[in-house]
């Protein structure tokens, strides 16, 4: 085939025309996001655990251990908690193809956003908010002194945790922009405020040295010298969110394993 | 057993090898334009990928000139040098990079030509390239360098003194916060109290910095020494036996790594 200049007129009625059939057919089948792939006949298939699922079981067998081991409880406190299960989450995960609120199914504006298929209910917001539930569901068994009890500990380690990864970009940022020990104080205090209410996946960072979270530079600018600044600026900044990472890792792995405590 | 992913195209990726085809840059037809949006392809070079990693090479030269002054800013930020003592740093570290690059000049010609795709020259190359990669991932100014065999002539004792404590205070703050993160980790997997979580802490960092440690085993440190310590833990950090049983299982992960660490 002859390279053709793609200027001429046959040339933009045909790609006219391609963005217009394109644009007109959808590639889901019957309003349906996934397209399921056809197994051989005899073959075994195992279908994909939903993440959500897996990641929300895991944060109820972390948040009940913590629960049992912060406060006294009684064993009717004890069977109420252990009555919160599975069965509660899957009530609560959202069922069938994600919402497509307010967007376009077909048409250019569907060209432009085309994006890979979602399986149902893997919507970190949602599960931030099954979370939440789920944490007030099983406070909701303990008496006020108890919830107390539970609520500074979940903070304690949520402190625990903002403050060593402040620490862990801290030394990171010290590889690239040499600070000096009071420098290093300061900026611990600022990122771990700023982490606070964030959880990040840091092994992208501690793997590579090549990026750091999307820190607002007022955060760190009264800390940094003028080239350290720009070095600051010129750095790459990506911020890997730990629930998406987790989620997104969990489709290709192998289901977490289930852990009483 | 065989795992089926849900698979959606994006329509822009559908219609890309229509629009190449229409721009007169591949046959409408071709098996292998079809080929090359049906799978991931690696047509990086394995010089590329391993020793610029994604960089181009001037990026690559820019950050190793950075990096030599970087090592110098850390001297000066801690020590008054004077002039001949900069000028015989700058001199050593401008060997260094010399040194270097002769080496990266050698490695990137044996290996010209070859791409990431071709498996069995990645393997035959791995020795050839693993040592510079080695050197890249460490940094070149580390204790076999010039730079650093020439600080240890040129500052007095005095000088000499300084740089190295601040320098092992800047290697126990990365210390600490390898083994912060490592329990703050630690608690997504096994429900810690705040005293188990401070008493975990303070046997690891009971424990002294390992002599050398490659960049990509910063991560695996703190479990590394979670399991060197596995018994001070069972007798003093307070976890049952289900907590602990779940920490053994973990430290699965990282057994036989030990060897990596020099202590």
Redo the contacts between chains.
Sequence with gaps: MQPTSPCQPRNLLLFGLMLLLSSCFDSSVHGQDVLPLQAPEGMKVQQPKDPALMYLKRHLNLRRGLIKRVCELSEVDVKNLDSVGEDWIKLELPKGAPKQDGVLKQGLPFFFRGAPGQIAGNDPVKIRKIQSLLDKKLTDYLSQEQREQVQTAIEESERFECEANAQVLVSLMDKRFILTADQRESLELKIASWLKGKSLYMEHYTLQNNYLPDIPASVVENVLTSDQRMRFKAINKITFDRLGTELQMLQHQQPLAEQDY | ???????????????AP??L????????TSPTLLAQFAQPVQKQGIFQQYIL?QKTEKAFREDVTARSL?FI??VK?VCQLDLTQLEKLQLAAEGDVVRFYREYERVKSEVKGFTMNDAQARQRLWPIVSPLYMRVQQGIFDDSSLCHSVLKTTLNASQLEQFQT?EA??LN??F???C??T???L????????EQ?EKLLSIMLSFARPKKLH??M??MLGMIILGKSIERIEVESGL?K??LD?LV?LLGRVRGMEGNFEW
């Design positions: 057993m065989i795992y089926l992913a849900p698979v959606r195209l994006s329509l822009p990726t559908q219609i229509l629009i085809a229409w721009l007169g840059l591949a046959s409408m990693q970087d800013e850390r930020q601040a205070k800047r703050y990365a600490t916060a390898s912060k993160t329990i703050a980790d608690s997504r997997e096994i429900p810690l109290t705040g979580r960049p990509q910063e991560n049952d289900k907590q779940h299982a």
